[in-house]
């Protein structure tokens, strides 16, 4: 099929940026829409154009890197990782719009490549647990109810893309925040420091500029792993009990 | 990382590229340790993320850490098949599904053409048309001979002609007997993430319809020499995971790549880098020392060298070129014709690389070209190594599978007797062959025996 794509430019962070349109054709149906990408790249630097800059890893959607607004929705049409939206989802003289995520915490480095360093510096202001561990012990000597075990590995799943900041009307990364909150709050490892965490995370979530959650749901609704809305309920949850309850001395 | 840093015969910093200014830093250390993974993107396609690379290894070979066994390369046996030239890179169906699935292809080649022709469907052959080669050949393992021994045997029956896909490169992993014996919800719970991905990327059902699998590139066994304690030949220089060659020997069982990672990680390097520090007089080398400005000098050449080409072929031309020729020559099946035929082709795919090459765009702004360029630069000059290592070795051993040396049977054909060895290579410097050290691996307590899963 032959398709027209609009595709935002932008050179760098100080650039202001703007839509350019590009055709291209004979595009195969079993193709993934970052190749067909690859394929527009090849023919602009053939022709000595700068190519399209966009973020992708492991092309199987559980690297979190690749990060595409297609059509006004977070990685496209489907609910899965742009790198696993495949062009039969598209039709023959479709305009596909392609944009970098939209939030003033993820800035613009170039094109479609934002910078999600907000989110590594959520994770480092308390998104582990500091014990020594030393020798390992058998992990079935701590037991825990496989249906809360089940809850933490579901809240662990989440890729960290972001596409639930760039679906959010207030660019809340409330989802996020809460699922790897979540993830380390209902183990037994994790309830070191529980309280802690949820204060520091927050704390860094809401530096970094990120906007209050207004229960929307676009987040859930848009998330390739489908981290679930009741992780957001549970932060507020764990943010609540921290302001009462104090692991300080 | 774009440059170890030695300073008197020790490892103490690395280069780096700031990826979004250009800037180019020094960093100085007591020891420095490259987790850096696996080169199975040597060739083009593999079910490594797209990033992955063997620069900051091979910049420590250039730089005398010995590259060992470079030709032992594991294909996996069940990934989605290619489905057409612009595929960038291959999706691993967890091996976990060999516990269920049956492998076969049609008996014979007119029932594969049909298939490949959509004249009939697969769920049509009825079972005594159908060989489900792994069991017939293998009674006692089945489908659960290990991955060089699978990847293997699909080659040889879609070589025959009984591929069943449109490129003939393909077999079938068959759920159907699976999914009648114990339910569609059991098989959901156990693979049910698996069959959606496969799904999502070939449009087919796998609770309907037998899966299509094909070997593809994984992981790699070879990697920078190091010593039990994870050390290469040079002092303070660390390798640990994928990126050493140590703990796999000529062929990696499944999951414990990841075993190798968390072992290496948390209960050996913790205490032998701790040892190694503990007699290291604790002075810092500060960064504007002169080998770090040498090397920062070296990194800013070659930036410069490869935006100045402007040649007329783009990078992935090369990557995908230099790709072909390594799967076809140094893949699944090898032999001493076809290893030499390649090397030269590899030689000249470097001289066209580095006058040809067109890398746009400049080296102080977010460069994914320029990022591009650099690995496969480092890749072809692997690619020249794994021939010589692939050539060197006369028998067959694990991954490695020379035509000339297989059993009757068609296994691989070990010679014990002169290659027991480790193959540890030496940079010599531009243009010079490379140098081969052996070390003899000796077996007190194991005897070695020809591997048998009949």
Redesign the interface.
Known sequence: MNLTLKIWRQKNHSDKGGFKAYNVTGISVDMSFLEMLDILNEELIEKGEDPVHFDHDCREGICGSCSLFINGRPHGPQQTTTCQLHMRSFKDGDTITIEPWRAKSFPVVKDLVVDRGAFDRIIQSGGFVSVNTGGVPDANEIPIPKIVADEAFDAATCIGCGACVAACKNASAMLFVSAKISQLALLPQGQVERRDRAEKMIAQMDLEGFGACSNTGACSAECPKEIKQSNIARMNREYYAASVVTENV | MMDVVIVDGKARGIVTRNL?TGAIESHSAHAVLLCTGGYGNVFYLSTN???SNVTAAWRAHKKGAYFSNPCYTQIHPTCIPV??D????L??MSESLRNDGRVWVPMTIEMAEKLRKKQIKPQDIKDEDRDYYLETKYPSFGNLVPRDVASRNAKHVCDEGRGVNETGEAVYLDFRDAIDREGEDLVRSKYGNLFD?YL????ENPYQTPMMIYPAVHYTMGGLWVDYNLMTNIPGLYALGEANFSDHGANRLGASALMQGLADG?FVVPYTVGDYLANLANEKVPVDHPEFKKSEDQVKERIQKLLSING?K?I??YHKKLGKIVWNYCGMARTADGLLKAKAMIKELKAEFWSNV?V??TGE??N??LEKAHRVADFIELGELMMDDALDRNESCGGHFREEYQTPEGEALRDDENYAYVAAWEYMGEGLEEVLHKEELVYENVKLTQRSYK
């Open positions: 979004i993320a797209m990033g489905s057409g612009h595929q960038s890179k999706t691993l991905m999502q990327i070939t449009g948390y007329t783009t992935d031309y067109r746009l765009g702004e977010l994914h070209s």
